[in-house]
Nanobody
Framework: QVQLVESGGGLVQAGASLRLSCAAS????????MGWVRQAPGRQRQLVAS?????STRYADSVKGRFTISRDKHTVYLQMNSLKPEDTAVYYC????????????????WGQGTQVTVSS
């Protein structure tokens, strides 16, 4: 089965950097898009960044100029610079994946989440 495994979260001070990684594995035929969504207690879920198979990227306004999403095969990265306390959240990797033996049927998969905490 397909699974996404995340890593790279942690506790840092404001202004520091972190790099999140998410590796997809399993019976994958193709991945059309991968991205990062964050969830903070009492806050709405927010799409942070996404990248398509063609390399097109999108960012939430609040992270533009600070975060960079990139992709290498079935792994997506989120380089986070100049972190702010407002960035504190659980970050979830997600991907739209077409499985082997399941033509023309893509499904959304989610990682387990990784905690990012930014102190003042």
């Amino acid at each position: 089965q397909v699974q996404l495994v995340e890593s790279g979260g942690g506790l840092v001070q404001a202004g520091a950097s972190l790099r999140l990684s998410c590796a997809a594995s399993g019976s994958i035929f193709s991945i059309s898009a991968m991205g990062w969504v964050r969830q903070a207690p009492g806050r709405q879920r927010q799409l942070v960044a996404s990248i398509t198979s063609g390399g097109s990227t999108r960012y939430a306004d609040s992270v533009k100029g600070r975060f960079t999403i990139s992709r290498d095969k079935h792994t997506v990265y989120l380089q986070m610079n100049s972190l702010k306390p407002e960035d504190t959240a659980v970050y979830y990797c997600n991907a739209d994946i077409e499985r082997l033996g399941e033509p023309f049927k893509s499904s959304a998969y989610w990682g387990q989440g990784t905690q990012v905490t930014v102190s003042s």
